[in-house]
């Protein structure tokens, strides 16, 4: 058994510094092991009592009767460091540290965190700083948690990790009010050794686990997380995040456009969508989500069939589902005349969506029969069951329809509970069908129910050191830059560096037609700002247009540039901006987006994580608002959408063989012109290491 699986279901405990009253939180734990039948061996340790709930107390860790499988330290931080290295002496395979003011406190914290890692040794480490772990699969508790004292609670397939304590209290507490049962729980803590991404890798092969639950900080460990959703989806275990931290407040200052619009927050966003991972957008959809999930039933398509007894709260329900992307479509021909003879009502008048039986009647036979046919329609993946209030007299009738209906399809099956009745979600929670108080929520739940299929994994390219070999650290000027972009196959304008006026009048020329005229600069990132760049000029205006922009850079202040870039002048395409950013938690990032001045304004873009495939470019266009004025909009000339997917894939090859030494790079704007005639890189930088 690994050192986690002990941690998780130990043959053996010590209790370090248990309390021999009951009613401290250094007295739970052992009770807590005894309270839910924990039926291994509890070694409470406190050189001050000799027994504790009637348990031989033992005055110090040498004095064990063996090693512990696992124990639970409840000394501050003054004393935990040699209660550590004790354990770890003794041959304990894992403890948890639940004391504060380590690494989350201050710099002296910090070091008191690394000397408790230090002194575990080959041990593992829960925490610090955290309420440690319950496993109700198993009946045993290794925490001090407050919510464990609510006693009764459900055992069900749901497993969560936090990174917060007190948010797995509350997350336990408030799962015990609705009647949804959990498998186990875990809180991080500080990580000093064992991290969330460790400990879901660990709770994906869980036999007893169907969903894991997370509420999520950062990840110390990127690669471990990747690894261990895509176990997850290979096994068909959702893994449902609630991550806090949306703030952009907390992005880096960045050179490129690209740094701004890729927050750390989107990152996470990009990271999820990429290994299947199912975000919850508010802290009510951690637990309502794997709810549902854990039913193991999915929905093949988007589209929902309402059966409500009560007409108002069916068309709240059907309108979240719209705002939601759910689809709450027509019955067909034959569900219609089903209902209508179930119903006794004329086709015409039944032959809706939602489907309202409230003059009917809460007939138990009729409310089976009406369950059955929407269930049994070709034309709905799911059903959700509206119960008004006439359902609070009899609510067993209710809930037995429902889980009877449920048990002979294997189409998802919701509750909107409409009425305020906890103790009716409690009950049909408890029978296993998902039920919820809002319609928010169901909402919510279907659009989790419908999820695509994960892409295949892509490996990436080994990095190529001659890529950046001999270029400068910093900021590349554009022909720098775009030189790197085009030797990976993204397509650049035509164009020629010239040292002065006389040489850029002679590239203009040879270029013919109206040109681009540049300031060529390592130091000016953003050149349209202070006047560095001349948009249609004729080949004899160039050396004047020159004199002109050199003296508007000397008034503004700027550096002297190294000279200039003449470029064609690019006409009729849709500007988009292609970037890559470095995250500093989750590493290389790809942005497509809306381009030119504005793309900070309009916010027009999507993410990947590198590497990526085709199908993963191609999404990334379909994503983007901009993709309607790429397929042509109110009679403009679709754009040249698979060069742009070209261009995408290449600018990533790019970055991927570039390797840790490129940090940012970006185009801005990448003109789509009209199908068949391609993309161009009009403007580019690159930032090295």
Known sequence: MSAIGALLRPRSVAVIGASADAGKMTGRPVGYLQKYGFDGDIWPVNPRVEAIAGLRCYPDVASLPGAPDAAIVLLGPDRAEAAVRDLAARGCQAAIVLASGYGEANEDGARKQQALKDAAGSMRLLGPNTIGLVNLTDGMMLSATGALEVGNLAVG????VSQSGGILGSLLSRAADRGIGFAKLVSTGNEADIDSSEMIAHLVEDEATDVIAVYMEGLRRPEVFKRAARRAAELGKPIVVYKVGRSDSGARAATSHTGALAGADRVYDALFRQYGVIRAESFTDLLDIPAALASGRRMKGDRVAILTSTGGAGTLLADNCGLAGIEVPMPDAVTTQRLATLLNEDPGAIGRNPV???????????FRGAIDALLESPSYDAAVVVIGSSALATPDIVAGAIVECQARSEKPVLAYVSPHAPHLVRLLNGQGIPAFATPESCATVLRALH????????????EDATVLAGLP???????ESKAI????????????????AE??????????????LKVLSRAIAHKSDIGGVRVGLKPEE?????????QRLREAGAPTPEGFLVQERIRGGVEMILGFHRDPQLGPVIL??????????FQDTTLRLLPISRPDAEAMVEELKAARLLRGYRGAAPADIPALVDAVMAFAAMAVAAGERLQEAEINPLFVLPAGQGARAVDGLAVLR
């Open 503 to 516: 040489g850029a009048a002679v590239a203009a020329r040879e270029l013919g037609g109206e040109v681009v």
């Open 157 to 160: 397939r749901i497993s969560v």
């Open 451 to 462: 999820r695509p299929a994960l892409p295949p994994l892509v490996n990436a390219e080994a």
């Open 485 to 500: 972009f085009a030797r990976f196959g993204v397509p650049v304008t035509r164009e020629a560096v010239a040292a002065d």
């Open 592 to 601: 497509l987006g809306s381009g030119g001045v504005a793309a900070e304004l």
């Open 542 to 550: 160039v050396s004047e247009a020159c004199v002109t922009m050199l």
């Open 356 to 366: 309202d039986v409230t003059l009917a009647g809460l007939r138990p036979d009729l």
């Open 473 to 479: 650290a910093g900021n590349l000027n554009e022909a």
